[in-house]
């Protein structure tokens, strides 16, 4: 449940790094994200990326760099595909990780 949490983590935070750019942005939106909201997004994407890392990491040693770097890669590929091609789904998908990240939050609390 941990490293399913540590990719919801990562993507996330690539599904913030693209809302950050204007285009994505206003793809989504219909409007171009305020200077504050961008760097609010930027803010939150580094620090899911960081959390990640180190939830990958300390939970499984030098393996979970490997695994982090995989997780990236998986996440960076599911929002490519979004951005691309499924852009009115994002905001659902934005949602979905979410309430994963929820629930597997509150399992990992409970374990």
């Not at 949490?5 to 994200?33: E, G, I, M, W, Y």
């Not at 091609?85 to 939050?105: P, Q, R």
Request: aromatic share 12%; charged share 10%.
């Amino acid at each position: 449940m941990i490293d399913l949490f540590a990719f919801l983590l990562s993507l996330l935070a690539f599904n913030c790094f693209a809302l950050a750019k204007n285009n994505h942005f206003k793809d989504v939106f219909n409007t171009r994200p305020s200077a504050q909201q961008r760097k609010l997004l930027l803010a939150v994407a580094w620090i899911n990326i960081l959390l990640s890392l180190a939830l990958c990491v300390s939970t499984q040693g030098s393996y979970g760099t490997l695994l982090f770097f995989g997780y990236t890669n998986l996440s960076a590929l599911i929002i490519m595909i979004f951005c691309s091609f499924l852009v009115k789904y994002i905001k659902l998908l934005s949602t979905l990780t979410l309430i994963a990240m929820i629930i597997s939050a509150i399992v990992l609390a409970i374990n």
